[in-house]
């Protein structure tokens, strides 16, 4: 919790409308686990950016951010401007400097920095993008910057994109039809029009030889999560990314020159997890013993509340192309514990999601330190009889192969009474399920 006094500096962004704005998420997020006493808010400018700026100034606020519709407008009243801002032609951050703020564009520089995260690697690489407004040439500038080889601006208005290639040379245009003239080969792919912000809207192109031509794509678009563009991209198997890492990381950026400091890659993913839980909707992970009822009770969560549903188990099963048995078998249990740790490491940027872990997953601090930023922790509780009654015959669990009912009865006794306590420790529900349906403990969730 932030507490505010009179040493407290102040960040903000500042922007019309406002009201809907994420990035006091990223950056009171940040302030809070760096211990850094700085508050930051949003600011409403109604029409003089200008007033407004030199009040902002005078007032000592520490840093800004600068949204829509002032990016362009704000440069005017700044004592300095940066030179990837000025070919950019916008502004979205403000740094203190004498007698006022000199302005930076991050938004180009987090684009980059989230495709790094991924392993996306610019330099040598040829590009196609999708569209010729603002945000388009922005992103043409930022592959040049890069040491992108090639880019193909694809877009209805023909002049626009040529208007964009007269100032970046690396720029073919092409209007939207002449998609399939683009030569055959890997490219990464951005889609930058606001086509998928409706429910209704289309893929622009509908080739699916044009979207295999992509070995990753990027829509700038982060709400809805998934897009027309991201969908067909999923569909083909290309490994793709939505517009909220590049909020992510411009803001980060942003932070790092406000207090001279390097976020860490850890830190960040926690903040994007607030993100996501701000912007998709919260977690819920089910934790409890081998038959407890979580894969059963975890479809049913998310079928009645419109969730996505991830059984730990079978993700890794994929993952590992094998199942559970020949890893026990091949490997150790170490080694499964291992890439199950991986795994849920990845699920922090998961959101809205039913998440059914293996009832081992307790078991490591990491873990459940990991589920308990995750989401909502629920514990699955069943007796000894029941979760026996449940597992007897089942014989892809390799931890339960036992000669007898009565030697199972007592490999699951042990199990849980060295389990339990975790299980209890860190769950921020516990339902008893012996006697209840997978729709009555989901209606109790």
């Given at each position: ?437 997978p729709s009555e403990i989901a209606e109790i969730i």
């Amino acid at each position: 919790m932030i507490e505010i006094n009179g040493k407290t500096k102040i960040l903000g962004v500042i922007g019309n409308p406002i009201e809907h704005t994420l990035s006091p998420v990223i950056h009171n997020t940040l302030c809070e686990l760096l211990g850094i006493d700085a508050v930051y808010v949003p600011i409403k400018v109604e029409n003089d950016i200008v007033t407004a700026v030199n009040g902002l100034v005078e007032s000592g606020v520490y840093g800004l951010n600068v949204t829509v519709p002032y990016k362009q407008d704000v440069m005017k009243v700044l004592k300095g401007v940066d030179e990837l801002a000025e070919e950019i032609g916008a502004v979205n951050t403000l740094v203190r400097c004498s007698g006022g703020y000199k302005g930076y564009n991050t938004d180009m520089p987090g684009l980059a920095r989230a495709l790094e995260t991924k392993g996306v690697k610019l330099s040598g690489k040829k590009a196609v993008v999708i569209g010729a407004g603002g945000a388009a040439r922005a992103v043409c500038v930022m592959l040049k910057n890069y040491g992108a080889e090639k880019i193909y601006l694809l877009n209805r208005n023909i002049e626009k994109a040529k208007a964009i290639a007269e100032e970046i040379p690396i720029v073919t245009p092409l209007r939207l039809t002449e998609y399939d003239s683009i030569p055959e080969d890997k490219y990464i792919m951005f889609q930058c029009t606001s086509v998928g912000l409706k429910p209704e809207d289309e893929l622009i192109i509908k080739s699916d030889d044009f979207y295999k031509m992509a070995e990753y794509g990027y829509d700038l678009i982060y709400n809805p999560a998934v897009t027309p563009f991201i969908a067909k991209l999923n569909e083909l198997g290309v490994p793709n990314d939505n517009g909220l890492t590049m909020l992510l990381y411009q803001g980060i950026i942003a932070f790092e020159m406000w207090f001279g400091l390097k976020v860490s890659r850890d830190m960040s993913e926690v903040v994007y997890a607030e993100l996501c839980k701000k912007l998709y909707g919260d977690n819920i992970v089910l934790i409890g013993y081998m038959g407890s009822g979580k894969t059963s009770v975890g479809k049913e969560l998310a079928k009645s509340r419109g969730m996505r549903f991830i059984d730990l188990d079978e993700y890794i099963v994929e993952k590992e192309g094998r199942s559970i048995n020949d890893i026990f078998t091949y490997e150790t249990e170490e080694y499964f514990r291992n890439v199950e740790s991986e795994v849920i490491r990845e699920m922090s940027t998961l959101s809205n999601t039913v998440i059914s872990t293996g009832g081992g997953a307790v078991l490591r601090k990491e873990n459940r330190d990991n589920l308990s930023r995750v989401g909502h922790v629920v514990y699955l509780k069943a007796d000894p009889e029941t979760i026996l009654n449940r597992v007897k015959d089942d014989q892809s669990r390799p931890l339960l192969k036992s000669e007898s009912e009565e030697e199972l009865r007592k490999r699951i006794t042990t199990m849980l009474d060295s389990r339990n306590p975790y299980y209890e420790i860190f769950a921020d529900q516990v339902i008893y399920t012996d006697r209840l349906t997978p729709s009555e403990i989901a209606e109790i969730i």
